[in-house]
């Protein structure tokens, strides 16, 4: 039962260009969501999140969307840099219990 | 400590041993939980710690999965007669209770092979 999709296992940008992750989700339940990114042999790092209750958030070169109605929400990376490569973790939480997507790999070419 | 520490880094098991995998998590953080993502998966519930209460198993795939935490503290996992399915990295990860925006702190985890 997987309740929050990410459906591209992979994206690969040019450094300067803007990146967008793709999540969906599909339990009206969640409240908060939330992205991590995960560097090779560390563990996911908090990078970014958002409440149901708004649209947007942003931190500086980070922007998160989330659209309720059509249970989907997007991470957006301006200006892209290569130190960005890395895997994306779209996690949705309910209370105590968060889901995560299976990831995306953004790789930022110079 | 400073982080989530998860030891050892690596595992590697022969098919029906035993395995224990540990977690130290941020001092003061209440909450505990563990994930595991096998290859090309993503991050799989498995069990959570909050205080005293009694912990949240519904995520643990098979009977042969328990976790304890002593002293609010320390986790270990425990992975009974381990099998090839069982190959994984296993994430342990603490917050402060209520932190629902912030999410948690991750460790490194311990990537387990059974062969």
């Known amino acids: 039962d997987q309740q929050v999709k990410q459906n591209s296992p992979s994206l690969s940008v040019q450094e300067g260009r803007i990146s967008i992750l793709n999540c969906d989700y599909t339990?009206?339940?969640?409240?908060?969501f939330l992205w991590y990114k995960k560097y090779p042999a560390e563990g996911p790092t908090f990078l970014i999140s958002i409440s149901s209750i708004k649209d947007k958030n942003e931190d500086g070169r980070f922007t998160v969307f989330l659209n309720k109605s059509a249970k989907h929400l997007s991470l957006h990376i301006v200006p892209s840099q290569p130190g960005d490569s890395a895997v994306y973790f779209c996690a949705a939480r309910n209370n105590n219990d968060m889901r995560f997507g299976a990831g995306t790999r953004l790789t930022v070419k110079p | 400590g400073a982080g989530v520490s998860q030891s050892p880094s690596n595992k590697v098991t022969e098919k029906g041993k035993d395995v224990e995998l540990r977690c130290d998590p941020i001092?003061?953080?209440?909450?505990l939980y563990w994930y595991r993502q096998s290859l090309g998966q993503g991050l799989e519930f498995l069990i959570y710690f909050q205080g005293n209460s009694a912990p949240d198993k519904s995520g643990l795939p098979s009977d042969r999965f328990s976790a304890e935490r002593t002293g609010g503290s320390v986790s270990t996992l425990t992975i009974q007669r381990t099998q090839q399915e069982d190959s994984a990295v296993y994430l342990c990860?603490?917050?402060?209770?209520?932190?629902?925006?912030?999410?948690?702190?991750f460790g490194s985890g311990t990537r387990l092979t059974v062969v």
């Open positions: 001092s003061g953080h209440t909450a």
């Open positions: 990860a603490s917050s402060y209770s209520g932190g629902k925006g912030y999410g948690y702190t």
């Open positions: 339990n009206s339940m969640f409240d908060y």
